[in-house]
């Protein structure tokens, strides 16, 4: 369904905001993250950046570096999607900011067409990865409130 773009932009704007209440779940100190997975206007996944179901929620080492084995929002709620009887083909993520290039490949993997983000990563590796390969980019750096 198209909408306006005037109307894309308010339903955009609410997703990020409820991705940005999602990335307040997160134990992680350095950075919280959230994501949504939306498709037919319907919520269908979700997550924040957190460390694996039974590690310890503590997100960094004694140094403030972030664990290796620490789930990225996107990824969590891919893996989320996976475990139920939903796909994201032709779904939006919606995340607080944007992809990483390993979390890129996933979302192109998975069949999301759209990424609307608040926050650019440091790195754009990921950004211009999803823009090469036809993925629709959205940032909205200041949301309505």
Same mark, same amino acid.
């Given at each position: 369904m198209e909408y306006s773009k005037e109307k894309q932009f308010r339903y955009d704007n609410a997703y990020l905001k409820m991705a940005k209440e999602w990335a307040?779940?997160?134990h992680c100190s350095r950075k919280q993250v959230g994501a949504l997975i939306v498709r037919d206007r319907m919520i269908? +996944?979700?997550?924040?950046?957190?460390?694996? $179901?039974? &590690?310890?929620?503590?997100c960094e080492d004694d140094n403030g570096d972030t664990h290796w084995y620490v789930l990225?929002?996107?990824?969590?709620?891919?893996?989320?999607?996976?475990? +139920?009887?939903?796909?994201?083909?032709?779904? $939006?993520? &919606?995340?607080t900011l944007s992809p990483c290039k390993e979390c890129s490949k996933l979302i192109l993997q998975?069949?999301?067409?759209?990424?609307?983000?608040i926050n650019g990563y440091k790195d754009s590796s990921g950004i211009d990865f999803l823009k090469g390969s036809g993925i629709q980019l959205t940032?909205?750096?200041?949301l309505d409130e």
């Open positions: 307040k779940l997160s269908i +996944s979700d997550g924040y950046n957190g460390t694996p $179901t039974g &590690y310890d929620n503590c990225h929002a996107e990824a969590n709620a891919l893996t989320k999607l996976a475990k +139920s009887n939903q796909n994201a083909n032709n779904a $939006t993520l &919606y995340i998975a069949g999301i067409t759209r990424v609307v983000y940032q909205i750096e200041h």
